[in-house]
């Protein structure tokens, strides 16, 4: 074999020996990275969003949309929410150790789904935990819903409060006048009493022709004519009070009847108000809460792979360089002049 030969034969056994062990170690690195690794657990959770800006097709709906979704995601992940959920697990459960816990929310694409994912180091403390963040989240989306409804909202139900006020007191007047009226016709038979009226009305008128012709008796019918009178004027007064209460039972009646109305205007008024309101705005809802935490383990096989890859490309590197080395070193210097 010649020289050459056996030099290039080296030099191939190098490169090969320093790849074999430069992937080796490139494995053993890898592995030693993904078991060093702390162990840790994964909860995972879901919210669905939906509402006047998740539909529509122009331009300024998915803008709103983006912004809606955005501010989903920014609102999950914000320390204020983090710290309220914190709070919260120690309140509820003051037997728990505090643990770091990070979140994650991801929407999933061409949906209004959000997952958010709790990493922590105990798992029963990352599923409380996430959970608690979802209780503490929906409770800000309720709190920004009712300052969203405002003042507008509380001035027709304040209406609503008033007319029914004015209904009610409505009613009571209507009641007093009833049973004023009940009490009085109670006392009297308003058409026997105008039937008598008349009777009366009738006799006497018949009295005061027989006393224009001054007869014998005309004293003994001046004085039926005078009982007479005083009789129609008791008469007249009955029928005069009992025309008044049923005039006021009337007028209550009345005023009750258009006082429900209004009320029930206002109502259906505040109520449609109300249903515009849950219509036209966004809402956020619990879809999934927190699954039991479990161990999230790496993957391994492409880590070890890319360090076995690594470790024979830097071992070929210096395998060649070896072999250059130990080549020159081997060649005769030149003979001198």
């Not at 003051?94 to 990493?119: C, Q, W, Y």
């Not at 990352?126 to 989240?137: C, K, R, V």
């Not at 004519?225 to 007249?236: A, G, P, S, T, V």
Request: charge should be neutral.
């Amino acid at each position: 074999m010649s020289n050459s030969r056996t030099k290039n034969v080296v030099r191939i056994v190098i490169i090969l020996a320093c790849m074999f062990f430069g992937a080796c170690g490139g494995v053993i690195w890898s592995a030693l990275l993904i078991t060093s690794k702390p162990q840790v657990f994964r909860s995972l959770a879901k919210l669905v969003a939906g509402g006047r800006t998740v539909g529509g097709e122009d331009l300024t709906a998915q803008e709103q949309r983006q912004d809606f979704y955005g501010t989903i995601t920014e609102t999950l992940e914000s320390a204020e929410v983090y710290r309220k959920a914190r709070e919260r697990v120690n309140s509820l459960h003051p037997d728990l150790k505090n643990s770091d816990v990070e979140i994650r929310v991801v929407r999933a694409k061409g949906s209004a789904i959000f997952n958010i994912l709790a990493t922590g180091s105990e798992p029963k403390y990352t599923q409380i935990f996430l959970n608690a963040l979802l209780d503490e989240f929906i409770a800000i989306r309720v709190s920004i819903r009712e300052q969203a409804q405002g003042k507008v909202l509380q001035s027709v139900l304040q209406e609503v409060v008033n007319k029914q006020k004015e209904m009610e007191q409505a009613g009571d007047h209507m009641e007093a006048a009833r049973r004023d009226a009940k009490t009085i016709l109670g006392r009297m038979e308003l058409e026997r009493l105008k039937a008598r009226l008349t009777a009366l009305s009738n006799e006497r008128d018949d009295l005061n022709m027989e006393l224009k012709g001054n007869p014998p008796e005309a004293e003994e019918k001046t004085a039926r004519h005078r009982l007479l009178e005083d009789e129609i004027e008791r008469i007249r007064g009955e029928i005069t009070e009992a025309e008044a209460a049923i005039a006021k039972l009337n007028v209550a009646s009345e005023r009750y009847s258009t006082a429900k109305q209004v009320y029930q205007k206002m109502f259906e008024r505040a109520e449609t108000f109300q249903n515009v309101f849950n219509i036209s705005s966004e809402y956020v809802a619990v879809q999934e809460r927190a699954t039991t935490a479990s161990e999230h383990t790496e993957a391994w096989k492409m880590p070890v792979i890319l360090g076995g890859l690594g470790g024979a490309a830097a071992g070929a590197v210096t395998g060649l360089l070896l072999s250059l080395f130990f080549t020159l070193r081997g060649q005769p210097s030149a003979p001198k002049a």
